[in-house]
């Protein structure tokens, strides 16, 4: 239900995070700042994320323009070169990039509890946050399991709200395996149109592109029809990964809480 839920601020966040390469593009940010306060990178400057992110340097340079705009991005005068720049992250985009790693972090407690809560000292601090996202993105680029070995999940994700829309497709065949009403919304061009802010085409495309590739199909109504074993398979091997992937870097950080002191002003 996590991913699926509407943002919490008027500003079109779903425009921003819910597509693979905007997200990974913010997850490289966090990651390098995080690194940079760690005394372990170079400042965490627009040319430094523009050499590490996968898109262009001009789609690089507009995509922070709209991330400053949005409130999402601080950029902060060097102290030994006045006329560079470093990019701040602030807690708002920490928070909508944490998102996904909390949900997964959180199943992973209700799995198997932890001698500490995990989610709530990882939660608690943004500038905690951003060291526990700042290892998981040092762990992608070392060694990219996250991603790489799931050809559908990159494939789904990769298109703008791929993802939620493919939360709320696994949630409702979930829910009707249990028999549950999870909350989670139904799935019409409408109801998905409006909970994601894209437009009814855009919908439609992505429904009609998981039919023919074999993962899913909806009836009229917004009933799931059928599913893929194979997709299911993925997805629960992607999730697992997450998961075990999230948690041993949420215990590594927790067991750091309080040694260290917190400087990053958000």
Not at 109 to 134: A, Y
Not at 240 to 249: F, I, N, V
Request: charged share 20%; aromatic share 10%; hydrophobic share 40%.
């Amino acid at each position: 239900m996590t991913i699926t839920q509407p943002p919490g601020a008027s500003w079109p966040s779903n425009k921003v995070f819910v597509q693979k390469l905007r997200y990974l593009t913010c997850y490289i940010l966090i990651g390098n700042y995080a690194r940079w306060q760690r005394g372990e990178g170079n400042p965490p400057t627009l040319a430094a994320l523009q050499r590490a992110a996968v898109a262009s340097p001009r789609q690089i340079a507009g995509y922070i323009k709209d991330l400053r705009h949005g409130g999402y991005i601080v950029a902060e005068q060097q102290e030994r070169d006045r006329r560079r720049y470093h990019l701040r992250p602030t807690a708002a985009l920490i928070h909508e990039v944490a998102r996904s790693p909390l949900a997964f972090l959180a199943a992973s407690e209700r799995l198997e509890p932890s001698s500490r809560p995990l989610v709530e000292t990882i939660s608690s601090s943004p500038e905690r946050m951003c060291d526990w996202l700042g290892r998981s993105m040092d762990c992608y680029q070392d060694d990219d399991s996250l991603f790489a070995p799931f050809r559908t999940i990159v494939q789904v994700t990769e298109r703008e709200c791929g993802y939620p829309l493919m939360a709320a497709v696994l949630g409702a065949h979930y829910a009707a395996q249990r028999g549950l009403d999870t909350g989670l919304p139904t799935l019409t061009y409408r109801v998905l149109a409006e909970r994601f802010q894209v437009s009814r085409q855009h919908i439609g495309n992505m429904l009609a592109e998981a039919e023919r590739q074999g993962w899913f199909s909806i009836v009229p109504g917004g009933h799931l029809r059928e599913i893929s074993a194979d997709f299911i398979a993925e997805f629960e091997t992607w999730a697992a990964g997450q998961m075990a992937h999230y948690r041993l870097l949420a215990e590594l950080v927790s067991s750091r809480a309080g040694t260290e002191p917190e400087t990053m002003a958000v």
